[in-house]
């Protein structure tokens, strides 16, 4: 019997996460008993029916004393998905740190004071980030490059990696950190996130509306779905932590593509009148964040490990699409 802990549930990975969760009612070969769901708003999931207790809290992350209350119920496995994304890191200098940085170590610590009064020892999934690399980058970036952030999410990312691999060390709890690729397409309304464009210049197309494009089509990066990232975060829980000796930390599979390779996909899927949708009007705001982010990597580790990418970024639109067709 397993129970699990989302933070940050109400977001687009974070229920996505919880729905399948939700359908396949198992993890780490054991059955899924209960399913905590933590944001700052409520979060609407269909019934779970009586097989599978689900609790939802709302809350400030940001406040110390509510760690302490998450890890009260002490849950076997705790997904930490909560954060302030990238662009909005950057113009709010001092929540970045609060959200990104500061709440992460209340839960941490949090967990610490847990193990030290009863010896508990959950795994504990952190989400990281590409922006943990800075320029100047190779074209493509191994497992042993150096975190070298050039901006304060990248920044905040790159802390909470060193203090999970510090607290796994010390035996507090059992955690491992996922770089997750660019997510895209994301569904819904954009995000104040830096790379937002790259969904939305496919996400609004496909439903008829037009799609603003703040970069140049030779803008290279590293895409994920978000069928492929949930299976990251699920596999993340499951995979022995043995196996990843002192490097707690992986970043993930995914899919290298241009801006003029994602359109490409959209024409096939959809057909030029998706593509004619899409304005270019450049923001060097963006672009000057975007220029600063790898392009594609070599995750062998991670593969060796049994975390799976999509096999395309046409597999991306597609699966897009299967599950948010138009009408």
């Given at each position: 019997?397993?129970?699990?802990l989302?933070?940050?549930?109400?977001?687009m990975l974070?229920?996505?996460?919880?729905?399948?969760?939700?359908?396949q009612r198992?993890?780490?070969?054991?059955?899924?008993?209960r399913l905590t769901?933590?944001?700052?708003?409520?979060?609407?999931?269909?019934?779970?029916?009586?097989?599978?207790?689900?609790?939802?809290?709302?809350?400030?992350f940001?406040?110390?004393q509510?760690a302490?209350g998450l890890?009260?119920s002490r849950?076997?496995v705790?997904?930490?998905?909560?954060?302030?994304?990238?662009?909005?890191?950057e113009?709010?200098f001092?929540?970045?740190?609060?959200?990104?940085?500061d709440?992460t170590?209340?839960?941490?610590?949090?967990?610490?004071k847990?193990?030290?009064?009863?010896?508990?020892?959950?795994?504990?999934?952190f989400?990281?980030?590409?922006?943990?690399?800075?320029?100047?980058?190779?074209?493509?970036i191994?497992?042993?490059?150096a975190l070298?952030?050039?901006?304060?999410?990248?920044?905040?990312?790159?802390i909470?990696?060193?203090?999970?691999a510090d607290?796994?060390?010390?035996?507090?709890?059992?955690g491992?950190?996922?770089?997750?690729?660019?997510?895209?397409?994301?569904?819904?309304?954009?995000?104040?996130?830096?790379?937002?464009?790259?969904?939305?210049?496919?996400?609004?197309?496909l439903?008829?509306?037009?799609?603003?494009l703040?970069?140049?089509?030779?803008?290279?990066?590293?895409?994920?779905?978000?069928r492929?990232?949930?299976?990251?975060m699920?596999?993340?829980?499951?995979?022995?932590?043995?196996?990843?000796?002192e490097r707690?930390?992986l970043?993930?599979?995914?899919?290298?593509?241009?801006?003029?390779e994602?359109?490409?996909a959209?024409?096939r899927?959809?057909?030029?009148?998706a593509?004619k949708l899409?304005?270019?009007?450049?923001d060097?705001?963006?672009?000057a964040?975007?220029?600063?982010?790898?392009?594609?990597?070599?995750?062998?580790r991670?593969?060796q490990?049994g975390?799976?990418?999509?096999a395309?970024?046409?597999?991306?639109?597609?699966?897009y699409?299967?599950?948010?067709?138009?009408g």
């Amino acid at each position: 019997m397993v129970h699990c802990l989302i933070i940050g549930a109400a977001g687009m990975l974070g229920s996505t996460l919880a729905r399948q969760l939700l359908a396949q009612r198992r993890i780490s070969g054991k059955e899924l008993s209960r399913l905590t769901l933590f944001d700052q708003v409520s979060v609407r999931l269909p019934k779970a029916g009586a097989a599978v207790r689900v609790d939802r809290e709302t809350g400030n992350f940001e406040a110390p004393q509510t760690a302490s209350g998450l890890v009260a119920s002490r849950p076997d496995v705790i997904f930490c998905l909560a954060a302030v994304v990238s662009g909005e890191a950057e113009r709010d200098f001092d929540k970045g740190y609060r959200v990104n940085l500061d709440a992460t170590r209340h839960l941490f610590e949090a967990i610490r004071k847990a193990h030290e009064e009863d010896g508990y020892c959950p795994r504990v999934v952190f989400t990281s980030s590409l922006a943990v690399f800075g320029s100047p980058l190779p074209d493509i970036i191994d497992d042993d490059y150096a975190l070298t952030p050039r901006s304060s999410y990248g920044t905040q990312k790159a802390i909470c990696e060193l203090l999970l691999a510090d607290y796994s060390r010390k035996g507090f709890f059992d955690g491992i950190g996922i770089r997750l690729p660019t997510i895209c397409i994301r569904p819904g309304a954009p995000n104040a996130a830096a790379s937002s464009f790259f969904s939305a210049i496919l996400r609004e197309p496909l439903a008829g509306l037009p799609a603003t494009l703040p970069v140049g089509l030779s803008v290279r990066h590293w895409f994920a779905s978000p069928r492929a990232a949930v299976g990251f975060m699920i596999h993340a829980a499951e995979v022995n932590s043995a196996a990843l000796e002192e490097r707690r930390n992986l970043t993930m599979p995914g899919v290298s593509a241009t801006v003029a390779e994602e359109i490409e996909a959209l024409r096939r899927v959809a057909g030029e009148d998706a593509v004619k949708l899409i304005r270019h009007e450049p923001d060097p705001a963006i672009e000057a964040i975007i220029t600063t982010w790898p392009k594609a990597f070599d995750a062998q580790r991670a593969l060796q490990l049994g975390f799976r990418p999509d096999a395309s970024f046409r597999k991306i639109v597609e699966a897009y699409l299967e599950e948010h067709a138009p009408g």
